[in-house]
């Protein structure tokens, strides 16, 4: 015979009525009603103070500033903490040659074609809209995302925002275009 089929068979003596519940076993118990009563009320108890635990602002001042153009020299050099890189091996790593289309010339050296001149609109229209306002920061909303900025922070339409204004009760933002938008 097999040592498991004798533990299978085994009989396993049950406790009298009278007998005294072991004290493990009382706080095993105690301690697996008390999770369920936590579990139980800790949402409503989260429910009814939410101000103790809401997510903070956005524009609580906790964010940090990096270059703001894409094209601007100081960018390919930055470090992931958003510092500039001073790590020489790091800089030369860096390709260093700008490349674009350049147009053509006739042979007096003036632009070929030139039907627009050298001031072109920036292509398309933003499309941008002001969300909200608030610690002197706005929430604007384009196409590819929501951007959170200040006066002096260059806008999707390539402006500048210049101001932010209440007038009548609504929020106004005026970009150095001109442009004037407002909070719906």
Do not use: C
């Not at 500039?84 to 350049?102: G, R, Y």
């Amino acid at each position: 015979m097999n040592m498991n089929d004798q533990d299978a068979d085994e009989i396993v003596p049950q406790r009298k009525r009278g007998e005294r519940i072991p004290t493990i076993d009382k706080a095993l118990g105690a301690a697996g009603i008390t999770l369920a009563a936590i579990a139980t009320f800790f949402p409503w108890y989260a429910f009814l103070h939410q101000d103790k635990f809401a997510m903070p602002a956005p524009w609580s001042g906790a964010t940090r500033d990096l270059p703001e153009k894409i094209g601007s020299g100081t960018v390919a050099s930055l470090s992931p903490d958003g510092e500039p890189e001073t790590d020489p091996e790091v800089k030369a790593a860096v390709d260093q040659l700008f490349t674009a289309t350049v147009p053509s010339t006739d042979d007096e050296g003036t632009l070929a074609n030139q039907k627009d001149g050298p001031e072109q609109p920036f292509p398309g229209s933003s499309g941008f809209k002001l969300m909200h306002v608030a610690n002197g920061r706005a929430l604007i909303e384009d196409a590819s995302g929501m951007y959170i900025v200040r006066v002096g922070s260059v806008l999707p339409d390539n402006s500048r925002l210049a101001t932010l204004e209440q007038r009548e009760g609504r929020w106004v933002m005026i970009t150095s275009n001109g442009d004037i938008f407002q909070t719906n």
